[in-house]
């Protein structure tokens, strides 16, 4: 029996462990968010990473009504994590032609 009951522990923590959140990472370098669209499992977190020389950015999720993330400066970063499946595009604040798409899977 405390075999059975190590057994069924184990292959629990192996399952678990299959659905463990990600952490995937969008780069910005010359002005643009790279990849422009990505999808991601929900509980998922996208970090998004400045590797400009000069420039700061935002990452703003303007249609769900959202206040702009903080200006993040080269060799900075944001972050932020989807626990809602859907379709979720934004823009750098300061450079509204750069956007991008979040597609968040169940």
């Known amino acids: 029996m405390v075999r059975a009951f190590r057994y069924w522990i184990l292959l629990s923590l192996l399952i678990a462990g ?41 990452v703003w999720f303007e249609e769900l009504g959202e206040p702009e993330s903080d200006y993040f400066f080269p060799g900075e970063s944001t972050s932020r ?17 750069m956007t991008g798409v979040v597609n968040v899977e169940e």
């Not at 659905?19 to 499992?41: C, D, H, N």
């Not at 809602?84 to 450079?95: I, L, N, T, V, W």
């Open 81 to 97: 994590q989807f626990n809602q499946a859907g379709k979720f595009p934004y823009r750098c604040g300061p450079h509204p032609e």
């Open 18 to 58: 299959s659905s463990l959140a990600e952490t995937v990472r969008v780069e910005i370098k010359g002005y643009q968010f790279i990849p422009e669209e990505i999808t991601v499992k929900q509980g998922d977190t996208v970090e998004w990473v400045n590797r400009e020389k000069r420039q700061y950015h935002s």
